[in-house]
């Protein structure tokens, strides 16, 4: 879909890498070369046209990607990475935690809603408890984390999809259980959000944290949070800097340019019909998930019922690391390792060669999805 969006693509690879950063839509690209040629970049806060002008970008972008995620435009925090947002916020919340108090995660989780739980978690000696995903079909159930919630469960951080083997947990059933038990719940939604539309008023959750350049954007983060949370917190900050909600959470000097291109990517995936790209990306994945299937040797990981098309896999004999040099050299472009998936890649038994994922996005189609099929059926049959 929209392939002819993407200049990126123009060079000929299967760009199945997508989950690890997609090609950014032309649309975003114009913005951040048009903001830079006008004469509107200055800094925020000044009194002159210029800088009225770049207030009103940061106002606008936060307003258009409070739209994307059904959130309110106060509750919006740029930053350079959601592992750096996560890093600042799990920080402030382990300034609230007793010693004695627990976290949830999950061994579904990307190490960056994780490690920031288990670090905040340590200094405040508090707990991280662990909710499995079922073993087969590597799905997370409501009730997984319902097991390891208790009186003294503070946080619950969990993704809304993962990042390795697509799979979608019941993040409304977990926010549910979550709020029973007294908690606040924090969602990693880096590798959900270009497949899934996503409602953060809806879902119920505290805080909510996403990447643009998973979303045909430029690299900057977003952590979309309950304004009330986003005030009652305390980041670490600079004395002259803002106080105010949201510009406290952001350190420094905003990327002004990339957030044109955020803006402008939030609009495309406003634009886009997301049922048809729903369709479409289910038919790749139906795909990738047959051919891949049908050859020997090849060990396809996950089998969650809602699934993103990301789809993780090994060949008997060959490293990851090899299957993925030998797709390169016919311009398929997949990753091996652990993609940081690293809790569930070690309860796999994967690590540390970890496997072979690749996953699509809207504008990658049924030949990339040949291109892969047949270029791991050569590996696995030696040829
Ligand atoms: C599910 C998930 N969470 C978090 C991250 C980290 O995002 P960032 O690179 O913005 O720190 C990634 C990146 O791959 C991811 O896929």
């Not at 990126?8 to 690209?29: E, K, N, T, Y």
């Not at 307003?63 to 600042?88: C, D, H, K, N, Q």
């Not at 350190?251 to 939030?266: C, D, H, K, W």
């Not at 896999?313 to 390169?328: E, I, K, R, S």
């Given at each position: 879909m929209h392939r002819d969006r993407f200049p990126g693509l123009d060079d000929g690879w299967a760009r199945?890498?997508?989950?690890?950063?997609?090609?950014?839509v032309d649309s975003a690209i114009e913005a951040i070369a048009g903001w830079m040629r006008s004469g509107d970049a200055a800094n925020h806060g000044g009194a002159f046209r210029a800088a009225r002008r770049t207030d009103a970008l940061v106002a606008s972008t936060r307003e258009t990607v409070a739209r994307?995620?059904?959130?309110?435009?106060?509750?919006?925090?740029?930053?350079?990475?959601?592992?750096?947002?996560?890093?600042?916020f799990a920080?402030?919340?382990?300034?609230?935690?007793?010693?004695?108090?627990?976290?949830?995660?999950?061994?579904?989780?990307?190490?960056?809603?994780?490690?920031?739980?288990?670090?905040?978690?340590?200094r405040a000696q508090a707990r991280v408890r662990f909710a499995d995903p079922a073993p087969d079909t590597l799905e997370l159930p409501a009730a997984a984390v319902e097991a390891v919630l208790g009186p003294r469960t503070r946080w619950v951080a969990v993704t809304a999809a993962s990042n390795a083997v697509g799979s979608i947990p019941d993040l409304p059933g977990i926010v549910a259980a979550a709020r029973r038990a007294g908690a606040r719940v924090f969602v990693d939604a880096v590798h959900a959000t270009p497949h899934r539309p996503l409602d953060f008023a809806a879902l119920g959750c505290d805080a909510l944290a996403c990447s643009a350049y998973k979303w045909y954007g430029p690299h900057v983060a977003v952590l979309a949070a309950r304004p009330d949370v986003l005030a009652e917190l305390t980041p670490?900050?600079?004395?002259?800097?803002?106080?105010?909600?949201p510009e406290?959470?952001?350190?420094?000097?905003?990327?002004f340019e990339a957030l044109a291109g955020v803006r402008a990517a939030a609009?495309?995936?406003?634009?886009?019909?997301?049922?048809?790209?729903?369709?479409?990306?289910?038919?790749?994945?139906?795909?990738?998930?047959e051919g891949l299937g049908a050859i020997d040797g090849v060990t396809l990981y996950g089998a969650a019922?809602?699934?993103?098309?990301?789809?993780?896999?090994?060949?008997?004999?060959?490293?990851?690391?090899?299957?993925a040099a030998a797709l390169a050299r016919e311009d398929v472009a997949v990753w091996d390792g652990n993609y940081y998936a690293l809790e569930l890649l070690t309860h796999l038994g994967l690590?540390?060669?970890?496997?072979?994922?690749?996953?699509?996005?809207?504008?990658?189609?049924?030949?990339?999805?040949?291109?892969?099929?047949?270029?791991?059926?050569?590996?696995?049959?030696?040829?």
């Amino acid at each position: 879909m929209h392939r002819d969006r993407f200049p990126g693509l123009d060079d000929g690879w299967a760009r199945l890498d997508g989950p690890a950063g997609s090609q950014m839509v032309d649309s975003a690209i114009e913005a951040i070369a048009g903001w830079m040629r006008s004469g509107d970049a200055a800094n925020h806060g000044g009194a002159f046209r210029a800088a009225r002008r770049t207030d009103a970008l940061v106002a606008s972008t936060r307003e258009t990607v409070a739209r994307l995620l059904v959130a309110e435009p106060r509750g919006i925090v740029f930053g350079a990475s959601m592992t750096a947002l996560t890093m600042r916020f799990a920080a402030a919340v382990g300034r609230t935690l007793a010693p004695g108090d627990e976290i949830v995660c999950t061994r579904l989780d990307h190490d960056a809603n994780v490690a920031p739980w288990l670090i905040a978690a340590g200094r405040a000696q508090a707990r991280v408890r662990f909710a499995d995903p079922a073993p087969d079909t590597l799905e997370l159930p409501a009730a997984a984390v319902e097991a390891v919630l208790g009186p003294r469960t503070r946080w619950v951080a969990v993704t809304a999809a993962s990042n390795a083997v697509g799979s979608i947990p019941d993040l409304p059933g977990i926010v549910a259980a979550a709020r029973r038990a007294g908690a606040r719940v924090f969602v990693d939604a880096v590798h959900a959000t270009p497949h899934r539309p996503l409602d953060f008023a809806a879902l119920g959750c505290d805080a909510l944290a996403c990447s643009a350049y998973k979303w045909y954007g430029p690299h900057v983060a977003v952590l979309a949070a309950r304004p009330d949370v986003l005030a009652e917190l305390t980041p670490d900050k600079l004395r002259p800097s803002a106080d105010t909600v949201p510009e406290r959470w952001e350190l420094g000097t905003l990327p002004f340019e990339a957030l044109a291109g955020v803006r402008a990517a939030a609009e495309f995936l406003l634009t886009l019909d997301r049922a048809a790209l729903r369709a479409h990306e289910d038919g790749l994945l139906r795909a990738m998930l047959e051919g891949l299937g049908a050859i020997d040797g090849v060990t396809l990981y996950g089998a969650a019922r809602e699934r993103t098309p990301t789809v993780m896999f090994t060949v008997a004999g060959h490293t990851p690391q090899a299957v993925a040099a030998a797709l390169a050299r016919e311009d398929v472009a997949v990753w091996d390792g652990n993609y940081y998936a690293l809790e569930l890649l070690t309860h796999l038994g994967l690590e540390p060669a970890g496997a072979v994922r690749a996953g699509a996005l809207a504008y990658n189609d049924a030949d990339d999805v040949r291109r892969l099929v047949d270029g791991v059926a050569r590996i696995a049959a030696g040829s």
